[in-house]
């Protein structure tokens, strides 16, 4: 078997897959197009390219996202380590300063002495070297092509979108407040409160705002704006459902009336130095000119700078359940293995998940070894599971979440315990999974343990580890897998 393997894509996915890979002791080639070839989407030439929100989601471990990235700090993911490193504010978020980030990921990748880094676009799979297709929603023409002759069937599109970025400079800061919902967190986000008046005002110009024609084979899969929703089409739904979505203000008192307003922009830092803000929630598909206007009613905003514009694209994604193995490999040509959105694991943390596994099992693959399955209790497992055993007919991405994972077998009334139970369990049956297949995950994990008690510190209620410790044990009672209970978690 050969012991080298090909990554096709240098996204969140591929540059993980390249990594683990590596760390597995197999020379790795990784094909990124960027800069050569450009996405509708990605500014730069850095691996790992955040192309919309700078978040990353929830840090808290009774959230699914939040067990999602212990699971892949656990597994030694260099994605979630460069993103501790490059952390910024944002409550019991993991925000990442967008550049420092990406800059991290492309000089840790770059200088891995067996991964060598080839700027080109990959316009065929190789036919025997083991190889990761990673090459994302916005996967080149030509290698989409290849995908299809692969899978003999039609691609699924679906609708993604970006939302603004605003310059800090060019806020009114005398009509916004800093805060972070609840108090979690520092005055983490700038708050844009909004009375009923101005809400109303802001609905209305913004249900006759214009927005871009679609194009029509993009009009027939309407459908998959549900994947992420755009502003308008939330408003359309109903007079309050912004109010109670992406603009629902609770948790949140305006310290100069005492009250809470009727709806809240939040806006989150985007960068390392603090300068750009990013619109949460406010994907769109309104023309540039119509967000200027319309954006520009919301208390702060009226003079402020856009960065960035929000768009919307199409995203791009196989039919997993009819193709791949809950390894990432592919069904009808075993030296290929398949990582990041384009399976249908979605979200910057979901794509890592799966890039992951398809990195360690290529690895095995060109070895010789056996492939690893993650327990489905895991949220890398079940996520993995779904993604190549769902209903082949109504097949749509999937986010983690705790509905994916095995019943706990107990009833748990409380929402937060309940999860915090599925986190428990995850995290014992992954490290006796790691254990019994002897990974080595060792990359410098007691930092990354060090950096996540930290935050678990400001969470009541969290499965917390002795700061300090490198043993890394909590004090959860618990039950995995084989039954044992009343046993410690292994954060590290
Ligand atoms: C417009 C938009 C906005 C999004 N916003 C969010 C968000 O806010 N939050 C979130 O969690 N997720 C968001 N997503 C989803 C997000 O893209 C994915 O979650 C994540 O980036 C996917 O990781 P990936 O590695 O699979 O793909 P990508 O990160 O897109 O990486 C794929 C890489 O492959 C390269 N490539 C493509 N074809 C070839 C080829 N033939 N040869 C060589 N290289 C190739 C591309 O240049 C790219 O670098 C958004 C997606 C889009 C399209």
């Known amino acids: 078997m050969s012991q080298e393997v090909i990554v096709i894509g240098g996204g969140l996915a591929g540059s993980e897959a390249a990594w683990q890979a590596a760390q597995s002791g197999v020379s790795v080639t990784l094909y990124e197009m960027r800069p050569v070839e450009m996405t509708p989407a990605h500014q730069t030439d850095h691996l790992a390219e955040l192309v919309c929100s700078n978040s990353l989601g929830s840090n808290l471990l ?3 996202a939040g067990l999602l990235k212990q699971e892949l700090r656990k597994l030694g993911s260099i994605i979630l380590r460069c993103a501790d490193e490059t952390a910024v504010p944002a409550g019991g978020a993991l925000a990442v300063g967008r550049e420092a980030f990406s800059s991290l990921v492309t000089e840790r990748i770059g200088s891995h002495p067996l991964i060598r880094i080839i700027r080109e676009e990959a316009r065929e799979i190789p036919a025997d070297v083991p190889t990761v297709i990673a090459t994302g929603p916005l996967t080149s023409p030509a290698m989409a092509e290849c995908l299809q002759d692969l899978t003999g069937q ?33 005055d983490d986000y700038i708050n844009c409160p909004m009375t009923r008046g101005e809400y109303e005002r802001f609905v209305d110009d913004l249900l006759r705002a214009e927005t871009i024609r679609l194009r029509s084979f993009e009009e027939e899969d309407e459908k998959f704006f549900e994947a992420c929703l755009p502003v308008e089409v939330i408003a359309r739904r109903g007079r309050d459902a912004l109010a109670f979505g992406p ?22 830092q985007d960068d390392m130095a603090g300068t750009l803000y990013n619109m949460v929630g406010f994907q769109t598909n309104l023309k540039w000119s119509e967000q200027k206007r319309v954006f520009s009613l919301i208390p702060g905003l009226e003079g402020a700078e856009f960065v960035r514009y929000g768009q919307m694209h199409r995203n791009t994604f196989i039919n997993g ?17 398949l990582g990041g959105q384009i399976t249908g694991t979605e979200g910057y943390i979901g794509s890592t998940a799966s890039g992951l596994l398809a990195g360690l099992n290529v690895a095995r693959y060109a070895a010789g070894a056996s492939l690893i399955v993650l327990p489905h209790t895991t949220m890398i497992g079940a996520l993995c599971c779904y993604v190549s055993s769902a209903r082949m007919k109504t097949f749509q991405p999937m986010k983690g979440n705790f509905g994916i994972l095995p019943p706990l077998g107990r009833k748990i009334r409380r929402k937060s315990e309940r999860n915090t139970a599925y986190a428990e369990r995850a995290l014992i049956d992954l490290g006796e999974m790691i254990r019994e297949c002897d990974l080595d995950v060792d990359m410098c994990r007691q930092d990354m343990f060090l950096a996540v008690a930290s935050s678990l510190d400001r969470i009541p209620g969290q499965l917390q580890a002795p700061r300090g410790s490198n043993s890394g044990e909590s004090e959860g009672q618990t039950e995995g897998k084989s039954g044992v209970s009343s046993r410690a978690v292994d954060f590290a």
């Open 154 to 186: 039609e691609h699924l599109y679906f609708y993604d979108a970006m939302a603004p970025i605003v310059a800090l400079e060019s806020i009114d800061r005398s009509k916004v407040f800093r805060a972070s919902r609840y108090g979690r967190g520092d």
């Open 62 to 64: 009774d959230r699914a």
């Open 321 to 337: 359940p009819a193709l791949l193995e809950a390894t990432m490999q592919c069904r009808s040509a075993k030296h290929l293995f």
């Open 247 to 268: 603009l629902r203000p609770v948790g949140l008192v305006d310290p100069r009336t005492g009250k809470r307003p009727h709806a809240v922009v939040q806006l989150r």
